[in-house]
């Protein structure tokens, strides 16, 4: 009998330390310093820009974390909070890197991020062991979780993107946060605007930018007297619905009204000279 045990135990040490040599998932990176980071610079959506720049070192040290991490190894939820994360904090890090931002065309506003030439399409970051634009995040990766409330998770450094929260997105509760940022979408004018006196709802152009995902996830939930609307215009009706007032919805059950889409306001989502540091 004790022979047989020694050998068990033997047998055991061996299976133990195979599995301990084995190569582990890597946990995402530690997101304390992102959540400082928002924490501190970040007040309704708006941004410390100038204290940023000057304070930098931990944006830039969970931005370098970023580079080589194996995201496909974590869960689905885990890869949204990450690639969202990463998005954002790299808007911010393409802020501080060009601010105050000089004014090179009049096709933007002053100091918007779309002064800075190709900060969108062309400017490449090290992110998960691949080189991407911030618009191959978006229409590329974070397309292809197709949850269109995404969309509306993403500052892209502008009044008119979503509202920047102050904490980072995590694997456990990204879905409550992607719900808070629809409801609160729906109390932003800059988002959603119903506008009985003249008779229109006016919504964020990132509707229609990204219409596809919003018609997949909303359109067949659109309240029946919309039926005739099309479908970009059921999905908005659908997505804002839960959140409508009793005389906006007395309103919009007329069917009377027109869909229109907000020019997107690329102004600089910056905190600095507003009362800020």
């Given at each position: 009998?004790?022979?047989?045990?020694?050998?068990?135990?033997?047998?055991?040490a061996?299976?133990?330390?195979?599995?301990?040599a084995?190569?582990?998932?890597?946990?995402?990176?530690?997101?304390?310093?992102?959540?400082?980071?928002?924490?501190?610079?970040?007040?309704?959506?708006?941004?410390?820009?100038?204290?940023?720049?000057?304070?930098?070192?931990?944006?830039?040290?969970?931005?370098?974390?970023?580079?080589?991490?194996?995201?496909?190894?974590?869960?689905?939820?885990?890869?949204?909070?990450?690639?969202?994360?990463?998005?954002?904090?790299?808007?911010?890090?393409?802020?501080?890197?060009?601010?105050?931002?000089?004014?090179?065309?009049?096709q933007?506003p002053?100091?918007?991020?779309?002064?800075?030439?190709?900060?969108?399409?062309?400017?490449?970051?090290?992110?998960?062991?691949?080189?991407?634009?911030?618009?191959?995040?978006?229409?590329?990766?974070?397309?292809?979780?197709?949850?269109?409330?995404?969309?509306?998770?993403?500052?892209?450094?502008?009044?008119?993107?979503?509202?920047?929260?102050?904490?980072?997105?995590?694997?456990?509760?990204?879905?409550?946060?992607?719900?808070?940022?629809?409801?609160?979408?729906?109390?932003?004018?800059?988002?959603?605007?119903?506008?009985?006196?003249?008779?229109?709802?006016?919504?964020?152009?990132?509707?229609?930018?990204?219409?596809?995902?919003?018609?997949?996830?909303?359109?067949?939930?659109?309240?029946?007297?919309?039926?005739?609307?099309?479908?970009?215009?059921?999905?908005i009706?659908?997505?804002?619905?839960p959140?409508?007032?009793?005389?906006?919805?007395?309103?919009?059950?007329?069917?009377?009204?027109?869909?229109?889409?907000?020019?997107?306001?690329?102004?600089?989502?910056?905190?600095?000279?507003?009362?800020?540091?």
């Amino acid at each position: 009998m004790r022979a047989r045990l020694t050998v068990r135990s033997i047998a055991t040490a061996v299976l133990l330390a195979v599995f301990a040599a084995a190569p582990r998932a890597q946990a995402p990176p530690h997101r304390a310093q992102y959540d400082t980071v928002l924490d501190l610079f970040v007040r309704d959506g708006l941004v410390y820009y100038r204290a940023l720049k000057a304070e930098r070192a931990k944006l830039d040290g969970f931005v370098s974390s970023l580079a080589d991490v194996p995201a496909n190894s974590m869960s689905a939820d885990e890869q949204l909070a990450f690639w969202l994360n990463a998005y954002n904090a790299l808007v911010l890090r393409t802020v501080i890197d060009h601010y105050p931002i000089a004014q090179r065309t009049s096709q933007y506003p002053a100091h918007s991020l779309r002064q800075v030439p190709g900060a969108f399409e062309s400017l490449t970051h090290r992110v998960a062991g691949r080189s991407l634009t911030l618009d191959q995040i978006e229409q590329t990766v974070l397309a292809g979780f197709k949850d269109p409330r995404v969309f509306l998770a993403l500052g892209r450094g502008s009044i008119g993107g979503g509202r920047l929260r102050s904490e980072a997105f995590e694997g456990s509760r990204i879905d409550a946060q992607l719900k808070e940022v629809a409801e609160e979408c729906v109390t932003r004018t800059q988002c959603v605007d119903i506008e009985r006196d003249q008779n229109k709802v006016l919504a964020s152009a990132i509707f229609s930018w990204r219409s596809k995902e919003f018609i997949a996830s909303y359109a067949s939930n659109s309240p029946t007297p919309f039926a005739e609307r099309s479908p970009i215009e059921r999905a908005i009706l659908a997505f804002v619905d839960p959140k409508l007032l009793g005389t906006e919805r007395e309103f919009l059950e007329k069917d009377q009204f027109q869909v229109a889409f907000r020019p997107y306001d690329w102004t600089l989502n910056d905190l600095t000279g507003r009362g800020g540091r």
